[in-house]
Nanobody
Framework: QVQLVESGGGLVQPGGSLRLSCAAS????????WGWYRQAPGKQRELVAV???????RYADSVKDRFAISRDNAKNTQYLQMNNMKPEDTAVYYC??????????????WGQGTLVTVSP
């Protein structure tokens, strides 16, 4: 099993920065991908960024050059650094991981979500 716990949401002004954290526990060595999704009011959940252990990182076009994901393996924690934020970044942000259980296949796990509000 893998569990994810997020922290770091809140209110930020347009043009400001915020960093989200996601601490993982459990079968850390079985995680094959980490990432972040978000869901704005009245909209479907969408990809923000995903980092696969093979080394490829993919960002949504709307956040390229503004957001960056990183990971501290010693702390089993991933981060989402958000810069030059815009009101349209307002959403509930979810930490995500895909992991390979012993029986084969892949399972997805989500954090509890953290609200980010970008407003003057």
């Amino acid at each position: 099993q893998v569990q994810l716990v997020e922290s770091g949401g809140g209110l930020v002004q347009p043009g400001g920065s915020l960093r989200l954290s996601c601490a993982a526990s459990g079968s850390i060595d079985r995680i094959v991908a980490w990432g972040w999704y978000r869901q704005a009011p009245g909209k479907q959940r969408e990809l923000v960024a995903v980092d696969r252990n093979a080394g490829s990182t993919r960002y949504a076009d709307s956040v390229k050059d503004r957001f960056a994901i990183s990971r501290d393996n010693a702390k089993n924690t991933q981060y989402l650094q958000m810069n030059n934020m815009k009101p349209e970044d307002t959403a509930v942000y979810y930490c995500y991981a895909a992991w390979a259980p012993p029986g084969g296949g892949y399972l997805e796990v989500w954090g509890q979500g953290t609200l980010v509000t970008v407003s003057p």
